[in-house]
C-alpha cells in the first residue's frame, strides 16, 4: 500500500466556505491535499490530522478537530519563508481503534524516514503511541516530552487514553532512553506515580515550575525525537475545551513550548491532542492551537540558524570544575544556547543556570541525573 490509501483529502470548501485567503495568508503557501497529493520531498514540516477518539472511550465518528484547527491556521500570515509546509490530509478511520493506530504509526514512518518533521492534529492522547512505535519499529532509541496537566499512568482506567504512559514505558524491547513530563498539576496526580517516573530517572516539571522559569524546559526539549502536547495542560480561560482542571499555562507559555519543540533538531514527530469541538467556546481553543502551531514553524526557522558542535568555531569554550569533575560548557554564538559535557565527553543540552552552578562548585542537577541515567 501507498502512503495515500491511508489519507483522505483536505476539504478546502468545508473550511474555507466563500472566502479566499489573502495573499501571504499560510492557506495560499501551503502544499495542501486537494485534488492533488503534495510535493512532500520538497517540504520541512507535514501535517496530518487524525480524529480517532476510540482511546478515550467515544465511539462515535471520528472528530472534526483537525479541520477546525485548519480554519484558524490556514488564516495566519506566513512569516518564515525558507520553511516549506505540507499538509497531506487526515488519517482514514479505521474499522477498529488499532487499524487507525497502525494507519498513523505507518504516515508517521514514511515521513520521519524521508528526514521530515511530521505534526499530528488529534485526537485522543493515546495516539502518542503511534509516534513512539514508529520509532520502536525502526529500533531506535528515542527520548521524549509529554506536556500535560496529568500523568496518563492510570492502570486502572478501561481507557488507553488514560494509561498509554505505562505501555511506553514497559513494552520490551523497549526504546525510551529518557521522559520529560511537563506541566502536571500536583493535586490531579497520585504521588506514586512520581515516584515510578524518578526511579525510572525520568524528569517531571510541575505547571508552577515551568511558569516560573519556563526558559529552563528548553534544554529539556531539546534532544527529544518526540513531544506530544495534551490540550488539558492549557488553563480554561484559554482552552476551553480544558474542563479538567481551570489551571495551567497561559496562551504565550504555550506557543513557547511548542516553539521550543520545533527547535529540537532531533524532532521527528509533534502531536497536539485532546481538542474535541463539542467542548470549544467561540474557536478559541482551534484558534489556540493554530498559534501552537505558528510558533513549532518559528522554531523550525530559529533552529536553521544553529550550528552543528562540531564546527567549533561558532561556540565559546568554558573550561570548568566541579566537585573535583574537570568538564567544559560550550555556549552557541549564535543562539546563546549551551550545552555540557559529560565524563564520558559526549555533550548534552543544558542551561545558563548549569554553568552558574558549576561555577559555584556545585554539580548540576541536570548533569547529576544524565550521570545516574
Known sequence: MSLIDFLSEVNIVEITGDETYKPGQLGNTIDIYNGSFPDIDN???????????????????????PQLVRKHFYSLFYWHE?????????????????????????????ITALGKTIIII??????????????????????????????DMDMESPFRNDNFLMEMFTSEPNYVKHYNHLGFQS?????????????????????????????ETEAAIRNSHIFSFDINAIANAYAPVNQLTPNGFNGEESCILMQYAGMSSNMQSIGIYGYHPEQDRDELTAKQISHMLWYTIDGRHRRMKEASLDQSEHFT?????????????????????????????????????????????????????????
Open 43 to 65: 517540504a520541512d514540516i507535514i501535517l496530518v490530522g487524525c480524529g480517532e477518539q476510540r482511546g478515550r472511550g467515544y465511539l462515535g465518528p471520528a472528530s472534526e478537530a
Open 187 to 215: 493535586y490531579l496526580v497520585h504521588p506514586g506515580m512520581l515516584q515510578t517516573l524518578d526511579k525510572l530517572k525520568f524528569d517531571f516539571f510541575r505547571v508552577g515550575h515551568v511558569k516560573a522559569d519556563i526558559e
Open 82 to 110: 525558507k520553511i516549506k509546509i505540507a499538509d497531506i490530509g487526515n488519517i482514514r478511520q479505521g474499522a477498529t481503534y488499532n487499524d487507525t493506530l497502525a494507519a498513523l504509526q505507518t504516515v508517521i514512518e514514511e
Open 317 to 373: 569554550e568554558y573550561q570548568m570544575a566541579f566537585a573535583e569533575i574537570e568538564t567544559s560548557f560550550l555556549q552557541s554564538k549564535k543562539t546563546g544556547r549551551w550545552w555540557m559535557q559529560l565524563p564520558d565527553k559526549n555533550y548534552i543540552p543544558c542551561s545558563y543556570k548549569d554553568y552558574l552552578a558549576a561555577g559555584n562548585n556545585e554539580i548540576p542537577e541536570r548533569w547529576f541525573r544524565a550521570q545516574q541515567r
Open 122 to 151: 488529534g485526537g485522543s492522547h493515546d495516539l502518542t503511541l503511534a509516534q513512539y512505535n514508529a520509532c520502536k519499529n525502526a529500533k531506535q532509541i528515542i527520548e521524549a516530552t509529554g506536556v500535560d496537566a496529568i500523568i
